[in-house]
Nanobody, 125 residues
Framework: QVQLVESGGGLVQPGGSLRLSCEASALDVYAIGWFRQAPGKEREGVSYILSFDGSTYYADSVKGRFTISRDTAKKTVYLQMNSLKPEDTAVYYC????????????????????WGQGTQVTVSS
């Protein structure tokens, strides 16, 4: 299991920006990324990055607005969120997997991912 600690959430106005951070106990994982869950909705994948080549995945709802990146020296993955919308309001979770999978299927198999505790992002005026 990989230990993951998220930070950087908060309250921001529509159109604003936030940067989430996920510090991992190790980055010897196949992929790491971000999910979110809004009240009353199912958890959805936001963005992931492959460890070996840096390939990325973005959900259609965040393409062009969010950017995932990593600092391997700091064992930290970031999610830069720009042009935030009220519908981006959710608890954002960092997740990592050592299981080889296509990025779009990351964490679909129960127990295949380690999870952080989550950080709240609220977009409201």
């Amino acid at each position: 299991q990989v230990q993951l600690v998220e930070s950087g959430g908060g309250l921001v106005q529509p159109g604003g920006s936030l940067r989430l951070s996920c510090e991992a106990s190790a980055l010897d994982v196949y992929a790491i990324g971000w999910f979110r869950q809004a009240p009353g909705k199912e958890r959805e994948g936001v963005s992931y990055i492959l460890s070996f080549d840096g390939s990325t995945y973005y959900a259609d709802s965040v393409k062009g607005r969010f950017t995932i990146s990593r600092d391997t020296a700091k064992k930290t993955v970031y999610l830069q969120m720009n042009s935030l919308k009220p519908e981006d309001t959710a608890v954002y979770y960092c997740a990592a997997t050592k299981r080889i999978t296509i990025l779009q299927q990351m964490c679909v198999i129960p127990g295949s991912c380690s999870w952080g505790q989550g950080t709240q992002v609220t977009v409201s005026s």
